[in-house]
Every structure is written in C-alpha cells, then in structure tokens.
C-alpha cells in the first residue's frame, strides 16, 4: 500500500542547477499540494491542484514551477536552484471538492534538498 | 487571512504525565481545525480533527483536542504520554477559499518525552 511516494529523497544541487521533484499517488485523490518545511517555520504551501491539468500559486511559489499531467503525478521543478530553498519538500494529496473529511491530507515521507 | 499560533516550541514531559499543547488560530469563520503529529524522518499523519459539533474530539493514539471559540483555542492533550509520542506536532486550520482544501499550519511544537 503505497500511499504517496517521493522521488528523490535526498538531492544535493549547486547554485543555479535546475531538478524535479516527483510525487505520485495511488488513492485515486483529485487534490495535490507541495508544501516546504524550514526550522521553525512549520510547512508553507508552494503550490497545489485542485485536478488534472490544473495548477494554483500557494504561500511561497516563487522560484518553483508544478505540472500535473496525469491525476497521479504531481511535480515540482526548481528551474535555478538557489541556497534559500534547502529545504524538505513534502508532496501531499487528499479528496476533492465534496469530500467527507476536507484538510485530510496524506504525506509522503518529505525529499531533502541541499543547495550549495 | 487565516493563521495558526503555536506558542510552544519545544516541550518536555517525563512519560506516564500528562500533555497538553497549545494552538491558538485566527479566522474568520467557523474552523475547521486539525492536529498532525510528524515523527523523525517521516511525513505528517493526522491525530484529529473539529469541523462542528462536540467541542471535545477524540483522536488516534489516545490523543484529544478542545475547540473553544471564545479563546480561538484547539488544544491537544493526552492524560498520560508514552516514550513514542516524542514527535513534532502541528496545528492547522482549513482554508477553503480559492478551492483547494489548503491547509495553514502552525510553526510545530516539539515534544520530548523523557524516561
């Protein structure tokens, strides 16, 4: 049982290199978000979507691009890495509009990225 | 726009005590509000959840939580911790505007259960 699943999980990238981020899960959910975690910053939305071929701006989206080509997959790229998003990446899914439980979210188990 | 206070950032209990973490939040209208646990190395999991109804909600892993409005308040409480609920833990409310379901989280509270 799956769940959602991270790709890569450690990544260490220079100043300026470009890199994506692959999430995918297997619970058939509609909605997908990309959050970052920071020391004593909690989890900040960067992007999220609402569907297939639908792709919205969270809190702090500058810096990273997502696509969501297929209802399973979510990416996040970083097109010009810079030292200020070392961070972890968490990639989370959940049931769509008309859900039962709205804000159920379901984490993968986060991607550690280093920017030097 | 919607926000989550966690005032404590790290806290320790000795285990068999009891818990109680803070989370105060800011919105508009009624909340939808959540507790997440996050262990080392993990994703989050979700611990409860209010939406309406019973102030008082029940959770997993023996864990509650008390809505009360008057104090814009969702405190998490266990009567007696164990050595495994050592963990961070996040408050969050539900933000629906836009679609999406999105989540605001709180900063974390860091819980160190001492043997």
């Known amino acids: 049982n799956a769940g959602v699943t991270q790709t890569p999980k450690f990544r260490v990238l220079k100043t300026g290199q470009s890199m994506t981020l692959l999430c995918a899960q297997d619970?058939?959910?509609?909605?997908m978000y990309w959050y970052r975690q920071d020391p004593g910053m909690g989890l900040r939305l960067i992007h999220y979507?609402?569907?297939?071929?639908?792709?919205a701006k969270g809190e702090v989206p500058d810096g990273y691009n997502v696509s969501r080509l297929k209802k399973q997959n979510f990416l996040l790229g970083l097109e010009s890495a810079a030292p200020s998003q070392t961070s972890v990446y968490f990639c989370?899914?959940?049931?769509?509009?008309?859900?039962?439980?709205?804000?159920?979210?379901?984490f993968g188990e986060g991607s550690r990225l280093t920017v030097l | 726009a919607q926000s989550v206070t966690q005032p404590d950032i790290h806290i320790t209990v000795s285990e068999g005590a009891s818990l109680e973490l803070r989370c105060n939040y800011s919105?508009?209208?009624?909340?939808?509000l959540f507790w997440y646990v996050q262990s080392p190395g993990q994703g989050l999991q979700l611990l409860l959840k209010?939406?309406?109804?019973?102030?008082l909600v029940q959770g997993i892993k023996g864990f509650e939580a008390e809505f009360k409005r008057s104090q814009s308040s969702f405190n998490l409480r266990k009567p007696s911790v164990h050595w495994s609920d050592a963990a961070e833990y996040f408050c969050?409310?539900?933000?629906?505007?836009?679609?999406?379901?999105?989540?605001?989280f709180g900063t974390g509270t860091q819980l160190k259960v001492e043997l």
């Open positions: 979507s609402v569907g297939e071929g639908t792709t």
């Open positions: 969050a409310v539900l933000d629906i505007t836009g679609g999406g379901n999105k989540l605001t």
């Open positions: 619970m058939n959910h509609e909605y």
């Open positions: 919105y508009g209208a009624t909340p939808y």
């Open positions: 209010y939406f309406s109804g019973d102030t």
């Open positions: 989370a899914s959940s049931y769509g509009k008309g859900s039962g439980s709205p804000g159920e979210l379901f």
